[in-house]
Every structure is written in structure tokens, then in C-alpha cells.
């Protein structure tokens, strides 16, 4: 029975399911912003999930998601940028039991992905910016105008990407991010001459795999960036 507390979060999957279980964290109240319609483009990933036999959840509040990531195979992060508007010292301190859990479950090698404005969250959670190995710079990272994007890739060799010559997608062209040197990088794009990261993956501390598309519901109709997010899956959550 969904928690009256908590109406806005789906149940949580019973742990004797015999389907690995996800949960998506979904940008609300402090992670929401007036340009990504999380809830939306949430329900796209967990639908691409569920299609490839997930078991997945989805939770409308981030910190109790990383809270409760008991028994969770993969955590998948769509969520914006909680300082955006100059949160308060008091507003920056995380949540005890969200970084409990979140740290935890790193530790005993839950797949992470982050998705697009997941670059730019989870803030006030150094370990998220440590497993992802990378994020939106503020003053520093910018994007074009939406459009149409090829999204090339430079690593075939790699599971979440083989076979996998490039995707065409209706999506923002995150650019100028910072990207740490442990990363793989697995495909780019490229803005005014020059290539950007787009899809990579991280190995320590856990695995992790960090996509900069999904804006908004449109870049989810391509169906080659549904295949990337299930051999995201796959990979990141050792299936």
C-alpha cells in the first residue's frame, strides 16, 4: 500500500521479485526546474526499462529515493539542479539517510545512470559527483538551442555502445562540461567545430553510466537512445 505520506512516489517493488529492480529518481519540489518536464520524460526511461525486464519504481522525491535503495539493482537519476536559484547554506546540507544510502549502495555496486540535468544534481551528495565522474559547470557549460543532434560514437568496442554507429535525436547539445580523465568516453557530439562528450561510463567506484541527452519527451523517440538507455542498464547493474 502506497504510504499516505508519500503519495507521490510508486510502491516499491517487492524484494522477492525475480526481475532486477530500478528505481528513478524524478526532479521534484527542489530538483524540478521550468525547463525539463521530469515526471514526463521519467516515465519514458522506466517504460524503456520495464520493456527490457526491469522491475522499476518511480520516485518523486530524490532523497527519499536514495534513501531507500535497499535491495535496488540500479539507481537511475532524472533530476535538476537543487542550488539553481541560491539555495541557503541550511538548504545545501543533505539529507543523513539520503547520503547514508547513497553511499552504501555504492559500495556494494549498485549501477548508477544519470541522465541529461543529472549532471547538475545531487549537489549536496559528493559521492554522486564522485561515481559519475563528471558535471554541468555552471559559468562554464552551456548548450545551443534545441534541435535535431547526431550523437556520434567514437567507442564500438564497448557493450552499452557496440553496434551502435551513431544516434540521431531530437535533444540539447550539453557542451563545455567538466569530465573527469577516469572516464570512457563512449560517444560525442560536436558544437561549432568541436567535440563534446555526450555518453561515457565509470568503472570505481562503482559502475556508472552518464548520457547528456533526454531533455525533454522528444529525444525519447528515437529508438536508438532507448537502446543505449537498456544496454545502460544491463551494464551499469552487471545484468
Do not use: C
Not at 512516489?9 to 524540478?32: C, F, K, L, W
Not at 551502435?164 to 560517444?187: G, K, N, T, W
Not at 557530439?189 to 562503482?206: L, M, S, Y
Amino acid at each position: 500500500m502506497v504510504s499516505m505520506e508519500r503519495p507521490e512516489a510508486e510502491p516499491a517493488a517487492q524484494n522477492d521479485s525475480p526481475r532486477p529492480r530500478a528505481v528513478i529518481a524524478t526532479g521534484t519540489g527542489r530538483y524540478a526546474d521550468p525547463w525539463h518536464p521530469y515526471p514526463a520524460t521519467s516515465e519514458r526511461i522506466a517504460a524503456a526499462l520495464r520493456a527490457d525486464g526491469w522491475d522499476v519504481a518511480v520516485d518523486h522525491d530524490v532523497d527519499h529515493a536514495l534513501a531507500a535503495l535497499d535491495g535496488v539493482d540500479l539507481l537511475v537519476v532524472n533530476a535538476g539542479d537543487p542550488w539553481r536559484e541560491g539555495a541557503s547554506e541550511l538548504e545545501r546540507r543533505a539529507d543523513p539517510h539520503a547520503e547514508a544510502g547513497l553511499r552504501s549502495a555504492i559500495a556494494r555496486g549498485i549501477g548508477l545512470i544519470g541522465v541529461h540535468a543529472a549532471l547538475s544534481s545531487l549537489r549536496d551528495y559528493a559521492a554522486w559527483r564522485e561515481a559519475i565522474g563528471g558535471e554541468w559547470a555552471p559559468g562554464v557549460s552551456w548548450h545551443p538551442p534545441i534541435g535535431d543532434a547526431r550523437v556520434r560514437v567514437v567507442d564500438p568496442d564497448h557493450p552499452v555502445s557496440e553496434w551502435m554507429p551513431h544516434l540521431d535525436v531530437f535533444d540539447e547539445r550539453y557542451s563545455d562540461l567538466v569530465v573527469d580523465d577516469a572516464v570512457r568516453v563512449l560517444a560525442v557530439h560536436d558544437v561549432e567545430g568541436a567535440e563534446h562528450p555526450a555518453v561515457w561510463i565509470k568503472e570505481e567506484p562503482t559502475r556508472a553510466v552518464v548520457s547528456s541527452l533526454g531533455h525533454d519527451e522528444r529525444a525519447y523517440d528515437a529508438p536508438e537512445h532507448v537502446a543505449l538507455l537498456q544496454r545502460a542498464a544491463r551494464w551499469a547493474a552487471r545484468g
